[in-house]
């Protein structure tokens, strides 16, 4: 009995089912990776084509286009989307893809549960748009108009809408908790020989804590939202100062979620960043250890933190000081992460290759959303930053920049080993630069557009704030426009192209790079053993 | 061959079962929404949309429907699951990964009681201390005395007028929750002396002990009813009771419902085990069953604690 | 990519011609109250510091990127065997830099800022009560000269200029019909409330927001320095009607506020003499209420926005009957769902007094394409009447 462990699949298993049987029923890691990417990209555009709809209207002052419920129909369901449909779920692809590859495993550890995991995400995005549909047949007055965030007691206020959204977010909510529990019985149970935690690759650490974060968070945001639906329907009085209920609690309740929920869209990121700067500047990642205490503290300090999004409702000031000093120290492991990520490109042997730009682009427009983050947490000053268009620059920076920029990366370095072909650099590079620059061009006029007193939410506004809006609206439209040519260089690579090899980059480290591009269905047929 | 089949991890085929099951969900939560709205009636009684009360009527068979597809797929899910653990595919690794997986549901169910619990603390220590504590001449709640329980100080919110019942009590520690205590508790402790009987391997005291665990919750679950009754139509306790009924009401009904899932699945186990399932060394199935029959009694007795007691 | 760098400078230049607007700013407006004064040297000091580290950073990086490359023959040093002591080392110093930032030079004034922020009693010589409701503020002053005075201040930018079909008038958005009035120089104590939904009352200029919870008070302050006329808005999202519900502050001198409180206060007694009216009267005064009040949802034509918001016109409950035999208004009646309002339909009694709301029931049970049979007419005096 040799060390190695071999990991047979079942003989017959190889014939899997063509066609859509094969997507509907498909246990395999890759496969349902697959799902998750398209069915991701296809939400981005979705949830991008509304919030198009949304800058279109705000092109100039006066109504336009759509009267003031569709307005905050579109922003809701905008925000909605592209955080639970697209962000996620690109997140989630990644995992179901690389993390078996890179941990040596034959598979998830639960593959029927994985298949579940994904196909719960198309009825939940069924249920958010629904609504639109229903409108037009005269059934309800349309989506939920209440902003991705369900405040009470416009929440309850509202109409079927807020229902539909209830339910889509049970269902996103219970097939994050399946993912979860599968990545992290994955990354306990499926490790080749050899790997310990403390060699894993950094994608691995990211997604873990990710997974956790995800465990402790979605289901009190679950809680809340059954809250609201039995205020709703059941006459309960929780957020309702006649029963002896409170509108804030549902904040505290919802942002116990709403905050980790942003380092969980970004805790992947920040795992596989780290992995592509290492490739293209042909050097070992600095300060792995650092890295990996920073992510852990990160998720430490992300579930304490959670009032600063509601500095204005009123709390007593020990409270307020509380969260403010807490919220800043999550700067802390995050100028070390950015440390570590500049010193690996440091003196090391850099090509820009288009994952590598979007690596560096992503460092610089995110310190600049991190940054800005690290103002919004002064208690004072977010009196005049709250609910104004400065936090709507701020998330964009850290959502957009930090997030699908971030998955931008990972597809471009990624896609060659999904594939098995290059996709076009030149193309490439144009997508990088076309979105860099119009995604700045969009939501720096928002920065200022803030601080001069516009606030969010508003289907129209006053005039000194038109040029900027102006502005802001064309920089939207080309954004959006070079999307599509990401669309055209991902179907283009799928269909073709020149081979790629097994290794791809140069620099590249970890065991995916070791098996062929693309992999066989069966990744491992030999569990891998790490020294 | 022998260390082939030990390191051999097992990838089930493919399976239709999770995508008809979210078909299920989509039918069953769209077929919720369109009867609620369409049911849906305002405190005074009257109904809320008088114009899309058509709805109602389809929206409950959507419903059933959705239920019904999702309770076969359940059902046949786990009957694969099951034939593949009688005819030895799960081994130890396998095994592991169930375990860890279990471990975690158990973390996240911890989580989503957390959220009524926080609501609980909230409301009786920040919200309903902070609508009693306004100067009398600024204040919308003239003679409201912060005291737990508490209905609330009653008002109009969004154009429905909500008054407190005067009649109104709380329910009480002993009596029945008492009751309800000892019974989960020794439950607890039979689900254990079946396990015991299970490692021993004396098949007996297996199906005795499963028997007799859910004798147990099917008593508690008829208590509970009882309790829920009694409330419904003596106390003038109800889940329109303000910050009180609706915690109440909530954390024990969430709890019921934990408790009913339980019982289903020990009722499962009991059978599998009449049947011969289960071995001294490998019994998954039995042990999550028992995982989350201890977390449902750990539950129980934080709220016996801050629900009932204090 | 030429040509993405044009449209870059092209975007940049046409950025900075925009200073061209008078009353925009690149930063925060100019602050009127010691609070806003505050906040603006916390935010200017902030952003000073993270601007420096910004640069700091990217150019730190920029340097690497240019030299370190792999096009230009860079060899990548043979970090040795990470000695991970020395690497915790190293990374200790951006944590110890952050950590100065954080909670010394960021976190001292953060702290001074708050507690001034949230000291509202103290030295307070005047109290008001807001209440933010579906989309509407109304004031009321509790002590002081103006003790009693209570309004509602609706937005004044009329339908044509949102539907662009009249052009838009300088403070688009930003105008109200009834402005709250403050004199300038004392601490003024709002306490803070709504009674539907969360509202956020927020002027710029002032630094100071707070939600507006139903139910529950809140408290905030200000203290106005200057005299001038300030505007802001509603800053929480409220429904529809979020971006049309604008905060317009008047600060005036002491003598002045004296004397417009004393002026309100005669107005307000006035209008609560009850006399009786003619139809002519009251249909003229109510297509004013109606406009100002009842337009935003059932729309100045009657039409209403179905299914949520339902027509006027042809409306059965504001055609029919009103009062019963004994002379008392019914239940579900024009006048009870006026008064009291039902679901989304807000209660005016707290909001309108009796003439007006006589005006409006008359205005829509004779226009608006309506023509009542029975009770076509609501006097003031029914009104009070129907309040007890
Ligand atoms: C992925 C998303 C994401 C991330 C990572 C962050 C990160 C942070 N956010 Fe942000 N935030 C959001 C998404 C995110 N946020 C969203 C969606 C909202 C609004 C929600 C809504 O209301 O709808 C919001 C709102 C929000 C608020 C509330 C504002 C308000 O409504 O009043 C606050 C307040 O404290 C805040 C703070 C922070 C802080 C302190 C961080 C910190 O984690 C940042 C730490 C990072 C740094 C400090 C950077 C360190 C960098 C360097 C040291 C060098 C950089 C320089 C170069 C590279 C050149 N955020
Ligand atoms: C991951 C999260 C994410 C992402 C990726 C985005 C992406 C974008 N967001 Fe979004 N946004 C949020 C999360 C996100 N947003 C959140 C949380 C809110 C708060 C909501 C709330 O207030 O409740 C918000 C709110 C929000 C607002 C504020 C609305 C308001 O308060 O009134 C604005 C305004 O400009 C905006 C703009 C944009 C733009 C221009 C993009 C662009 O990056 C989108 C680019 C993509 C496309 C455009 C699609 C691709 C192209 C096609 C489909 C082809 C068709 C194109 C053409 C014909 C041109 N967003
Ligand atoms: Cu009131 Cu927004
Ligand atoms: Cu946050």
Redesign the pocket.
């Known amino acids: 009995m040799s060390t190695t462990t071999v990991a047979h699949h079942d003989e017959h298993h190889d014939d899997h089912p063509t066609g859509i049987m094969r997507w509907l029923t498909t246990t395999n890691h890759k496969d349902i990776g697959t799902m998750y990417l398209t069915f991701s990209l296809v939400m981005?555009?979705?949830?991008?084509?509304m919030?198009?709809g949304?800058?279109a209207e705000?092109f100039k002052p006066g109504l336009q286009l759509m009267n003031p419920e569709f307005?905050n129909q579109?922003?809701?369901v905008?925000?909605?989307i592209?955080?639970f449909a697209?962000?996620m779920p690109a997140a989630t692809g990644f995992a179901n893809w690389m993390l078996p590859l890179q941990i040596g495993a034959p598979d998830m550890a639960l593959p029927r549960l994985n298949n579940w995991g994904f196909w719960i995400l198309p009825p939940s995005a069924i249920l958010l748009t629904l609504p639109f549909t229903l409108a037009l047949f005269g059934v309800g007055d349309g989506a939920l108009a209440?902003?991705?965030?369900f405040y009470p007691p416009l929440s309850v206020q509202g109409g079927i809408g807020v229902d539909f959204a209830i339910f889509a977010v049970h269902l996103l909510g219970i097939s994050s908790v399946l993912g979860s529990i599968n990545i992290i019985v994955t990354i306990y149970n499926m490790r080749a020989p050899g790997m310990t935690l403390m060699k894993m690759p950094m994608f691995a650490w990211g997604w873990l804590i990710t997974a956790f974060l995800l465990i402790a968070t979605i289901p009190v945001l679950a809680g809340a939202v059954t809250m609201l639906l039995t205020d709703r329907h059941f006459g309960t009085h929780f957020f309702d100062a006649a029963g002896g209920g409170d509108p804030i609690m549902f904040q505290h309740l919802f942002w116990f979620f709403g905050h980790p929920e942003v380092y969980i869209?970004l805790l992947p990121v920040w795992g596989f960043i780290p992995q592509i700067l290492q490739t293209f500047s042909r050097k070992p990642m600095y300060g792995y250890k650092a890295q990996v205490y920073s992510l852990w503290s990160i998720g430490a300090l992300a579930v304490v933190v959670w009032a600063h999004h509601f500095f204005t409702a009123g709390m007593p000031v020990p409270a307020l000081l509380y969260f403010m000093y807490s919220t800043m120290a999550i700067s802390l492991p995050l100028a070390v992460l950015f440390y570590c990520w500049i010193r690996t490109m440091w003196k090391g042997s850099m090509s820009f290759e288009t994952p590598m730009l979007f690596t560096v682009g992503w460092i610089i427009l995110f310190g600049i959303g991190g940054l800005t983050g690290l103002v919004l947490a002064d208690v004072a000053a977010d009196a005049q930053y709250h609910n104004s268009?400065f936090v709507?620059a701020h998330?964009?920076y850290t959502?957009?920049a930090g997030?699908?920029m971030g998955i931008m990366a990972g597809v471009y370095y990624w896609l060659p080993k999904m594939t098995g072909h290059m996709y076009n650099e030149k193309l490439g590079k144009t997508h990088f630069w076309l979105t860099a620059i119009s995604?700045n061009v969009?939501?720096i006029p928002?920065f200022f557009v803030g601080l001069a007193g516009m606030?969010?939410?508003?289907?129209d506004y006053a005039l000194q704030f038109a040029e900027f809006n102006m502005i802001?609206?064309v920089?939207?439209?080309?954004?959006?426009?070079?999307?599509?040519l990401?669309?055209y260089i991902i179907l283009s690579c799928v269909k073709g192209g020149k081979k790629a090899t097994d290794n791809v980059w140069e620099g590249a480290q970890g065991l995916e790079w070791t098996l062929p591009s693309p992999p066989p269905y069966h990744s491992f047929t030999e569990q891998p053993v790490v020294k | 061959m022998a260390s082939h089949s030990e390191n051999h991890y097992f990838v089930p085929h493919g399976s239709i079962y999770p995508a008809l099951i979210s078909v299920g969900l989509l039918s069953m939560a769209s077929g919720f929404v369109f009867n609620v709205t369409g049911s849906d009636t305002r405190l005074d009684g009257s109904i809320k949309n008088p114009a899309l009360s058509y709805l109602a009527t389809p929206g409950k068979y959507m419903m059933y429907l959705g239920l019904a597809i999702i309770l076969t797929m359940m059902f046949k899910w786990l009957s694969t699951v099951v034939t593949e653990s009688i005819t030895g595919q799960y081994k130890k690794w396998e095994d592991k990964s169930f375990r860890i997986g279990m471990i975690v549901f158990i973390c996240s169910e911890v989580a989503f009681f957390a959220a009524f619990f926080g609501a609980l603390f909230y409301m009786r220590v920040l919200s309903v201390p902070d609508l009693a504590s306004y100067a009398p001449d600024i204040t919308p709640y003239k003679d409201f005395l912060s005291a737990w329980p508490s209905q609330g100080p009653g008002g109009t919110v969004l154009g429905e007028a909500y008054k407190p019942n005067p009649e109104f009590h709380p329910m009480s520690w002993s009596g029945l929750p008492l009751i309800n205590t000892l019974l989960l508790l020794s439950s607890g402790a039979t689900i254990t002396w079946a396990h015991w009987g299970l490692i021993k391997n004396n098949r007996k005291q297996l199906i005795i002990g499963l028997f007799l665990t859910i004798a147990l919750g099917v008593t508690f679950l008829c208590c509970q009813a009882a309790e829920y009754h009694h409330a419904y139509t003596e106390m003038g306790l109800t889940l329109k009771s303000g910050a009180y009924g609706a915690t109440f009401f909530m954390l024990t009904g969430f709890h019921g419902f934990h408790v009913t899932i339980g019982t289903l699945m020990l009722i499962v186990i009991w059978l599998r085990s009449i049947k011969g399932h289960f071995t001294p060394e490998h019994h998954f199935g039995f042990e999550g069953v028992a995982w989350y029959w201890h977390f449902v009694d750990v539950v129980w007795l934080g709220l016996y604690i801050f629900v009932y007691m204090l | 990519m030429q040509g993405m760098k044009k449209l870059g400078v092209g975007a940049f230049a046409l950025f900075l011609s925009l200073s061209a607007r008078a009353d925009f700013t690149w930063n925060f407006p100019e602050p009127v109250t010691p609070m806003a004064l505050d906040t603006l040297h916390v935010h200017n000091k902030f952003m000073l510091i993270t601007a420096v580290i910004f640069v700091a950073v990217l150019a730190i990086m920029i340097y690497s990127i240019v030299t370190h490359r792999h096009s230009k023959g860079y060899k990548p040093v043979a970090d040795k065997a990470p000695s991970t002591a020395v690497e915790i080392f190293w990374t200790l110093i951006p944590f110890a830099i952050l950590l100065l930032i954080d909670f010394v030079i960021m976190g001292i004034p953060a702290y001074h800022s708050v507690v001034m922020m949230e000291d509202t009693r103290d030295q307070s010589t005047m109290v008001i009560k807001i209440t933010g409701s579906q989309w509407r503020w109304q004031y009321e002053y509790l002590d002081g000269d103006a003790k009693g005075i209570k309004f509602v201040s609706n937005l004044a930018t009329s339908n044509d200029q949102m539907h662009n079909e009249a052009d838009k008038g300088e403070h688009y958005l930003l105008e109200v019909d009834n402005p709250l009035v403050l004199p300038v120089g004392e601490k003024v104590r709002i306490l803070m409330t709504a009674s539907d939904v969360l509202h956020n009352w927020w002027v710029p200029q002032f630094g100071s927001s707070r939600v507006a919870v139903p139910g529950f008070i809140r408290e905030t302050w200000v203290q106005v320095e200057k005299a001038g006329v300030y505007r802001g808005q509603c800053k929480e999202?409220c429904g529809k009607g979020h971006g049309y519900m604008p905060v317009v502050v008047n600060a005036v001198s002491k003598e002045e506020f004296a004397q417009w409180a004393n002026k309100k206060q005669d107005e307000q007694k006035a209008a609560n003499d009850v006399k009786e009216m003619t139809k002519d009267e009251l249909v003229a005064q109510g297509k004013v209420v109606y406009e100002k009040n009842c337009a935003v949802c059932h729309q100045v034509t009657g039409a209403g926005l179905p299914p949520a918001f339902p027509a006027l016109t042809g409306s059965k409950i504001a055609t029919g009957p009103i009062f019963g035999a004994d002379g008392k208004y019914q239940k579900d009646s024009h006048l009870d769902r006026v008064l009291n309002g039902k679901g989304v339909m807000p209660a005016w009694k707290a909001t309108l007094n009796d003439t007006e709301i006589a005006a409006v029931i008359t205005y829509e049970r004779n226009a608006l394409g309506n023509t009542a049979a029975v009770d076509a007419l609501v006097q003031p005096a029914q009104v009070k009447a129907a309040r007890e």
């Open positions: 981005f555009l979705v949830g991008g084509s919030i198009l949304i800058r705000l307005f579109l922003i809701g905008h925000a909605l592209m955080i697209a962000l209440t902003g991705w965030t869209l268009y709507v998330f964009h959502l957009f997030g699908i995604f969009t939501f928002q606030p969010r939410r508003i289907p802001s609206t920089g939207a439209f080309v954004l959006g426009l070079s999307q599509l990401f669309v | 999202l």
